[in-house]
């Protein structure tokens, strides 16, 4: 699957959960099966807010056997 494609999920996943994202996602940590996308939260972009947690949101995308599966990352 290329990257464009594993974004193209991962933005799909985040709309239809309703969780504002900034588009493009950022290729994060790779394993063996899965890839992390990463998409700043839409906060961080305003100079008027000084902290945001979390400051991004993380999808794991899992592409094994032509199966996907998405995985939102909660992050402390």
């Known amino acids: ?3 464009i494609n594993v974004k193209k999920l ?9 969780i504002g994202f900034v ?3 950022i290729i994060g940590r790779k394993e063996e099966r899965k890839i992390e996308v990463m998409f700043p939260a839409p906060e961080t972009l ?3 807010v000084a ?8 999808v794991w995308v899992n592409a ?4 996907v599966e998405l995985e939102l990352v909660h992050q402390m």
């Open 10 to 18: 991962a933005e799909e996943f985040l709309a239809s959960q309703d």
């Open 46 to 48: 305003d100079p008027k």
């Open 64 to 67: 094994e056997s032509g199966v």
């Open 23 to 25: 588009p493009p996602g």
């Open 1 to 3: 699957m290329s990257k």
């Open 51 to 58: 902290v945001v947690e979390p400051p991004d949101f993380r």
